[in-house]
T-cell receptor
Framework: EPEVTQTPSHQVTQMGQEVILRCVPI?????FYWYRQILGQKVEFLVS????????KSEIFDDQFSVERPDGSNFTLKIRSTKLEDSAMYFC????????????FGPGTRLTVL | QKEVEQNSGPLSVPEGAIASLNCTYS??????FFWYRQYSGKSPELIMS????GDKEDGRFTAQLNKASQYVSLLIRDSQPSDSATYLC???????????FGKGTTLSVSS
């Protein structure tokens, strides 16, 4: 069964450094998403992406965040200058086509900012 | 502000019992409703989606939606210890792409 994959599974970085989290969505899916979950808290939406542009973003997704689909398979989330409070699990998700479709989540990347 | 509310639990049931999980949402134009299961340290895993008022059954799981009351529930029949997890209710606005999650209800099934 096709699944969303994410790399790395765990990323440790120093405060102020840039990180890039990578995702490979399910191959025939057209909508891509990033969510984050701070330890012990709820899953929070960051951004959705369709047809090579941002479709929707939350208040969390400020100027230090960016997304990109650099090729036909990868979808990336860049955090330009990490802060301690960016420490969280970051989940990538994808959905087939329409806005009402189910979103399937990847296994996540645990980001630790020291 | 779109909110999704769930009792955090823990909800404890014996093996073989019915577990009932509840969720309310604040935005009346919400269109799509999802139940995800999340094991500790893992990603959300879809259990069911529901879009219309009424019941939807899939194996041991039944989702119920009442848009007038802004209420969605999940029943798990014949609960198993492997069902022990946090159950996340997620709602999608009619015009949006984002899933709005509740904090989740922790279910513990004892053998």
């Amino acid at each position: 069964e096709p699944e969303v994959t994410q790399t790395p599974s765990h990323q440790v970085t120093q405060m102020g450094q840039e990180v890039i989290l990578r995702c490979v969505p399910i191959s025939n899916h057209l909508y891509f998403y990033w969510y984050r979950q701070i330890l012990g808290q709820k899953v929070e939406f960051l951004v959705s992406f369709y047809n090579n542009e941002i479709s929707e973003k939350s208040e969390i997704f400020d100027d230090q965040f960016s997304v990109e689909r650099p090729d036909g398979s990868n979808f990336t989330l860049k955090i330009r200058s990490t802060k301690l409070e960016d420490s969280a699990m970051y989940f990538c998700a994808s959905s087939l086509a329409t806005r009402t479709d189910t979103q399937y989540f990847g296994p996540g990347t645990r980001l630790t900012v020291l | 502000q779109k909110e999704v509310e769930q009792n955090s639990g823990p909800l404890s049931v014996p093996e073989g019992a019915i577990a009932s999980l509840n969720c309310t949402y604040s935005d009346r134009v919400s269109q799509s409703f999802f139940w995800y299961r999340q094991y500790s340290g893992k990603s959300p895993e879809l259990i069911m989606s529901i879009y219309s008022n009424g019941d939807k059954e899939d194996g041991r799981f039944t989702a119920q939606l009442n848009k007038a009351s802004q209420y969605v529930s999940l029943l798990i029949r014949d609960s198993q210890p492997s069902d022990s997890a946090t159950y996340l209710c997620a709602v999608k606005h009619q015009a949006g792409t984002a899933l709005i999650f509740g904090k989740g209800t922790t279910l513990s099934v004892s053998s």
